[in-house]
């Protein structure tokens, strides 16, 4: 099953097993009618989860699991991401893609010079920025035409030009 992330726990709200899980979703229309997700533990283990109520709160939700009933149990599961089948999402327009298509891209420039890997993304209201880890540093790419020069998922490769002051 493909499955795609689109959130990880941060930490536990009360006493009675609700997390909050930082979302990564831009629409959060998604979640309307969900009634499962899976977890991966920091482990890489993947379960199963019935959702028993899901609240929204700006980038964030807070969840209830049908099998989580204290904190203990739900501190165990801080540091999990979230994960739905890919299935759920729609077909997006020619040139743009979902952030879980984009982190983890070998990121090189038009000369082949490998800067590194695609480790997260946050948006700034314009533009999001990719960050890019690799030998020498950190980059942070801005997600624009001038920056971008060929996203390819086939070959897990993205090609940047870096621009003045990266």
């Known amino acids: 099953m493909d499955l ?7 930490k536990t709200r009360g006493l009675h097993g609700c997390v909050k899980v930082l979302s990564f979703l831009e ?3 998604i979640l309307d009618g969900l009634d499962f997700v899976y977890l991966e533990s920091k ?8 959702i028993k109520k899901i609240d929204p709160a700006g980038q964030c939700l ?4 049908q099998d989580i009933s204290d904190v203990d149990a739900a501190g165990a599961l801080v540091g999990s991401k979230l994960l739905l089948p890919r299935d759920l999402l729609g ?4 040139d743009e893609y979902y952030w879980s298509d984009i982190i983890g891209l070998e ?6 010079r490998h800067l590194g890997r695609i480790e997260s993304i946050f948006p700034t209201g314009s533009n999001d920025v990719y960050v890019c880890q690799g030998d020498d540093g950190e980059f942070l790419i801005p997600a624009i035409a001038d920056a ?6 086939a070959s897990h490769r993205i090609t940047v030009k870096l621009l003045e002051g990266l």
């Open 43 to 50: 482990s890489g283990q993947k379960s199963r989860h019935e």
């Open 148 to 153: 971008i020069v060929r996203i390819d998922l």
């Open 91 to 94: 077909v997006l327009a020619e």
């Open 4 to 10: 795609f992330v689109f959130g990880e726990i941060v």
């Open 107 to 112: 990121a090189y420039t038009p000369e082949g």
């Open 27 to 29: 629409a959060q229309d």
């Open 62 to 65: 807070f969840i209830e699991f």
